[in-house]
């Protein structure tokens, strides 16, 4: 591997450290869009069933608000449930935006990485074969070993920067569809809540 890199020249270090963060932020973003640790799929029915039998309680309430993901938005909904629908939808809206926000975590970073790579790729694939004509240059096309190692360098890193970089494109495409599902998911479920809350109030209102 060490042999790999130095072949390749200076280039490959810094696509060695973009293929090593690439990994970490794939690892990272696996664990945390899971859709059981974002939006559970029973945590509507069980929030709804402890207001149905007044089993709410302001603990139960922190518990949900100390975790991420839709559970913090319920806590936030719930908490403000009774200053209206109105007030109930802005603390929902401001709590998803927290969310989603934690997400998109180095979503950024991760395209960079798939930006950038090939450009490196391609920078270090520009210095090989400025190697090349410079050995045709000065010694002719005699020294065979200064020529492959030149053209050598040059396929190297631009192999290395796809080799980083597609991955890379593709898990960002994957976890941004993800995280487009679990957005849509979490904004159904939030409506839902409100609903369930002030549907029936707001009927009431409207027949008085």
Same mark, same amino acid.
């Given at each position: +591997?060490?042999?790999?890199?130095? %072949?390749? @020249?200076?280039? +490959?270090?810094?696509?060695?450290?973009?293929?090593?963060?690439?990994?970490?932020?794939?690892?990272?973003?696996?664990?945390?869009?899971?859709?059981? @640790?974002?939006?559970?799929? &029973?945590?509507?029915? *069980?929030?709804?069933?402890?207001?149905? *039998? *007044?089993?709410?309680?302001?603990?139960?309430?922190?518990?949900?608000?100390? #975790? %991420?993901?839709?559970?913090?938005?319920?806590?936030? &909904?719930?908490?403000?449930?009774?200053?209206?629908?109105?007030?109930? #939808? !802005?603390?929902?809206?401001?709590?998803?935006?927290?969310?989603?926000?934690?997400? !998109?975590?180095? +979503?950024?970073?991760?395209?960079?990485?798939?930006?950038?790579?090939?450009?490196?790729?391609?920078? /270090?694939?520009?210095?090989?074969?400025?190697?090349?004509?410079?050995?045709?240059?000065?010694? /002719?096309? /005699?020294? %065979?070993?200064?020529?492959?190692?030149?053209?050598?360098?040059?396929?190297? %890193?631009?192999?290395?920067?796809? @080799?980083?970089?597609?991955?890379?494109?593709?898990?960002?495409?994957?976890?941004?569809?993800?995280? $487009?599902?679990?957005?849509?998911? +979490? !904004?159904?479920?939030?409506?839902?809540?409100? $609903?369930?809350?002030?549907? $029936?109030? *707001?009927?009431? @209102?409207?027949?008085?």
């Amino acid at each position: +591997m060490l042999a790999f890199i130095q %072949t390749g @020249g200076v280039f +490959m270090w810094p696509l060695l450290a973009c293929s090593i963060l690439a990994l970490a932020i794939i690892l990272e973003r696996f664990w945390t869009l899971r859709r059981s @640790g974002v939006a559970p799929k &029973g945590l509507l029915s *069980d929030v709804m069933a402890r207001l149905r *039998d *007044d089993r709410m309680t302001i603990e139960y309430i922190r518990s949900m608000q100390a #975790k %991420t993901g839709l559970a913090s938005i319920f806590a936030a &909904g719930l908490l403000n449930s009774k200053h209206g629908r109105d007030a109930m #939808k !802005e603390s929902v809206q401001e709590a998803a935006s927290h969310v989603i926000h934690e997400l !998109e975590r180095f +979503m950024n970073t991760l395209g960079t990485i798939a930006a950038i790579s090939p450009l490196l790729g391609l920078l /270090g694939t520009v210095v090989g074969m400025i190697k090349v004509f410079s050995v045709l240059m000065e010694s /002719g096309a /005699g020294n %065979t070993a200064l020529l492959a190692g030149g053209i050598s360098e040059a396929l190297l %890193t631009t192999a290395a920067g796809l @080799g980083v970089a597609i991955p890379a494109l593709i898990f960002h495409r994957f976890f941004s569809r993800r995280i $487009d599902e679990l957005v849509v998911t +979490m !904004e159904q479920q939030s409506t839902k809540l409100v $609903d369930a809350l002030h549907g $029936d109030r *707001d009927k009431a @209102g409207v027949a008085q």
